[in-house]
């Protein structure tokens, strides 16, 4: 994959350079377009996560990895690894949820900027790389202890920035002589592109609907087994072919990325299999669909919940984007959901809630239950 995106960023300026007419030019774009894709998703994202740091390989390793992004990797692992990972869909916990001028929950208390929420989103998507590099920056900073290592990441950060501007705004441009717009525009156009597939995919991955959020009360005394079960509710996949899976880096399985973050994503699509057939046998979710209607359910949320609640019909107990254990309530002692089974009988539990529209996700099942789940999770990285 690394050789085959360096080939296809060579072949693209080459094409860029030397062609003369409108069609080289949309060619070449569309190539450069393509490898700065693959950079991002199926390489810099894998990499940094550690998927591949067992080969002890210091080429493809995530504390060397550089990607080509306006922010320093570095920063990236901490709030995205550390803080997302570990905190995902947690209100106040998860930096990327909603990156700050998002509101994509009702637990989130509306503010009157939230209006401009619609327009930040679009203008979010065309600057993804330095809004996300600002992002880590912030993210970084919090848990440092002094001025001077706040002050040393800023100056990392734009360090990396002016680097990447250089890069692809003057140095390439430079080397195109009189041609030099035509391999700015290229440029221009292909990181602009690049950054909205991007957040493309990650929103799609948890502000749709049935990817749940959570109050930080969910995480209290939160054992191993209630991480995989929150990991699972709070994210959701599209369907991809091969294509269209490789150029998102898998993370077209991002329930399964979630519950396996340094798992080779190559995985993914062997282990989904398996993950659909544990979580059936529990009868809880496997939320996916295609990506575009996953797409419209993100756009709808973010732009529903940029109004006061006072204008939405739902209840913050009933919502399409998310729901609360009072939707539950009268369900959650029911003996088909938490009674015993006869054997060979099909569970019952949250999945035939949704299906049946008799509640949503109950506040917690018995941690039997939850263990189980856990176990059979840990094994599919044995097999």
């Known amino acids: ?95 990327d949820l909603g990156y700050g001028v998002l509101r994509v929950s009702r637990d989130q208390e509306w503010k009157p900027s939230y209006l401009l929420a619609p327009l930040r989103a679009v203008l979010l998507s065309m600057v993804f790389e330095w809004g ?28 990396k920035m002016i680097r990447q501007a250089g890069k692809d705004y003057l140095w390439f441009p430079m080397l195109s002589g009189r041609r030099w717009l035509r391999t700015f525009l290229a440029n221009l156009v292909a990181n602009g592109f690049r950054n909205g597939w991007a957040y493309i995919v990650i929103v799609c991955g948890h502000f749709v609907d049935g990817a749940e959020k959570f109050t930080p009360e969910a995480v209290e005394n939160e054992t191993k087994p209630e991480w ?48 659909q057939a544990i979580l059936a046998e529990y009868d809880l979710p496997y939320t996916t669909g295609p990506l575009l209607r996953q797409f419209w359910h993100t756009v709808r949320t973010i732009c529903k919940l ?10 913050s107990d009933d919502a399409p984007e998310t729901a609360s254990e009072e939707k539950f309530r009268a369900v959650a002692t ?7 089974h006869d054997a060979g009988a099909r569970r019952s539990g949250l999945n035939t809630a949704i299906t049946d529209g008799t509640g949503r996700r109950m506040k917690r099942g018995p941690r039997r239950r939850a263990s189980q789940l856990s176990a059979a999770m840990t094994a599919l990285r044995f097999f």
């Not at 998703?41 to 306006?70: C, F, K, R, V, Y």
């Not at 029911?334 to 015993?340: A, E, K, N, S, T």
Request: glycine share 6%.
């Open 334 to 340: 029911h003996p088909r959901v938490f009674g015993v």
């Open 1 to 95: 994959a690394i050789r085959f995106q360096r080939c296809l960023e060579v072949a693209a300026r080459l094409t860029i350079f030397s062609s003369r007419g409108r069609t080289g030019w949309t060619v070449g774009t569309l190539a450069l377009l393509a490898s700065k894709c693959i950079e991002n998703m199926e390489l810099g994202h894998n990499i940094t996560h550690g998927q591949w740091d067992w080969m002890n390989d210091p080429e493809i390793h995530s504390n060397t990895w550089e990607w080509d992004m306006a922010g320093p990797s570095s920063q990236w692992r901490y709030s995205h690894n550390y803080r997302h990972h570990v905190f995902t869909n947690v209100i106040g916990m998860d930096d």
């Open 306 to 315: 940029s109004l006061p609640d006072r204008f939405l019909t739902a209840t």
């Open 228 to 275: 995989y079960l929150r990991q699972m509710l709070g994210t959701a996949n599209f369907t991809a072919g091969p294509a269209l899976a490789f150029m998102s880096g898998n993370l077209c399985y991002q329930i399964e990325h979630h519950l396996f973050p340094d798992l080779p994503s190559n995985r993914y699509p062997e282990i989904s299999v398996r993950v």
């Open 132 to 159: 996300i590099a600002l992002h880590d920056l912030y993210a970084e900073q919090e848990h440092q202890q002094t001025e001077e290592a706040r002050a040393e990441l800023k100056r990392a950060m734009i360090r």
